[in-house]
């Protein structure tokens, strides 16, 4: 197993700048309303910004951020392609009054994915990036929706890979109900959703509560996927305590105050970290956004939990594909055993496990560390494309 120990000795900082756009379905021909995306924008290969010239060649290469002459940074992971955004621009939201803020964000959100329907319901969905290449298909966290995977996927893009962000069960247009509950469901309706999409393999990006899906879609399907990326990710049982009472009023004020708000959901030092830096928290505020409106999140967040407290990965054997496990030292929302107690499990199996953590990094580390994670993922695909 390759283990990389990073300490942080640089800030690292991504912006994302929230322009007023909705999301277009890529390639999916057969959904009458689909919309042909923007041709993709010629940009430099992410790698040759940040990535060491020979980090595909030697998966063995240190991953070292480019930082500032002074050493002290920020620095901001090249933003691969041109993806729209999204949600509200953060500079807008402060002139909002809520009902309006609540009307354009469920315009935004409806108008930016498709539904298709499965055995166990329907599951909403976006494609983004590369119309052709190696599709990576992300499942966010608790809580979270399709909207989450649309603002990694426009922070952490690569040139030449598809992205397909879903809904899990009961998050925005993915109804949640009995054929769906358990990781062991919701993969069977993943594999029944990348069948109806024309999907043969994908790489697996899961962040948090998305992780006891991943794996059971690891254990399910293992020959449909290339490999699998843990960020931060639950591999174990975990009390995680219950979905926030907190309205969307209570929630949407929160987004004026973010330095408030990152406290209610990371631990004390991490939400200090965050912060102390105002790229940090134009970044919070962005994902702050993919949690609401919560009252369309709700059912998903609690069977979440549910389902966090007696989930065991039951992994057989070794699997046919890598895996990459990203986690930060001071996480209090995921221990970091979990990705090590992972980690030790897949490689006593024989599976090829590359672990990647980060000193001073916790829940929020793609915001806190992007450089030195987005790098990681990119070498991640990019070598086993």
């Known amino acids: 197993m390759k283990h990389h120990r990073l300490a942080p000795r640089w800030r690292l900082a991504i912006t994302l700048t929230l322009a007023a756009a909705a999301c ?3 390639a999916r021909e057969r959904d009458a309303d689909a919309t042909t995306p923007a041709a ?4 430099p290969d992410v790698g040759a910004e940040t990535t060491p010239s020979d980090a595909t060649a030697d998966d063995t290469a240190e991953v070292t951020p480019e930082v500032t002459p ?7 992971f090249a933003l691969g392609l041109d993806i729209p955004a999204l949600h509200i621009p953060v500079g807008e939201l402060g002139a909002m009054s809520f009902d309006d803020w609540l009307a354009q964000t469920q315009a935004r959100l409806a108008a930016g994915s498709h539904t298709i ?4 319901g329907d599951v909403e969905y976006a494609f983004l990036g590369a119309e052709a290449g190696p599709t990576v298909l992300i499942l966010h966290g608790t809580p979270g929706g399709y909207d989450f995977g649309h603002v990694m996927a426009r922070a952490f893009a690569q040139p030449g890979v598809r992205y397909l962000t879903v809904s899990r069960p009961g998050y925005l247009r993915t109804p949640l109900g009995a054929a769906n509950q358990t990781p062991a469901a919701q993969a069977t309706q993943l594999l029944h959703a990348l069948d109806a999409l024309g999907v043969e393999r994908v790489f697996v990006w899961a962040v948090s509560g998305g992780g006891p899906t991943a794996l059971a879609l690891a254990k399910a399907a293992p020959t449909r996927l290339q490999g699998l990326i843990m960020e931060s990710t639950v591999s174990e049982a975990l ?3 219950s979905a926030s009472p907190v309205g969307d009023e209570t929630m949407f004020a929160m987004l004026q105050n973010p330095a408030a708000a990152v406290g209610q959901f990371v631990g004390a030092d991490e939400a200090a970290l965050i912060a102390a830096d105002a790229g940090f928290l134009s970044s919070a505020q962005a994902f702050l956004q993919t949690m609401l409106p919560l009252a369309e999140r709700t059912a998903g967040w609690s069977n979440d939990v549910d389902q966090i407290k007696v989930f065991a990965s039951a992994l057989d054997g070794p699997l046919p594909f890598p895996v990459l496990i990203v986690h930060g030292t001071i996480d209090e929302n995921v221990p970091l055993a979990h990705a090590t107690g992972l980690a030790e499990r897949l490689e006593v199996a024989g599976t090829e496990v590359e672990s990647l953590t980060i000193e001073g990094a916790g ?9 030195v ?6 070498r991640f695909v990019a070598g086993h494309r």
Do not use: K, N, R
């Open 239 to 241: 009390f995680a305590g």
């Open 24 to 26: 277009a379905d890529p």
């Open 70 to 76: 002074d050493g002290t940074g920020p620095t901001t």
């Open 363 to 371: 829940h929020a580390l793609f915001i806190t560390h992007a450089d």
């Open 373 to 378: 994670f987005g790098q990681a993922v990119a």
């Open 40 to 43: 993709e924008t010629a940009q």
């Open 117 to 120: 329907a499965t055995p166990e």
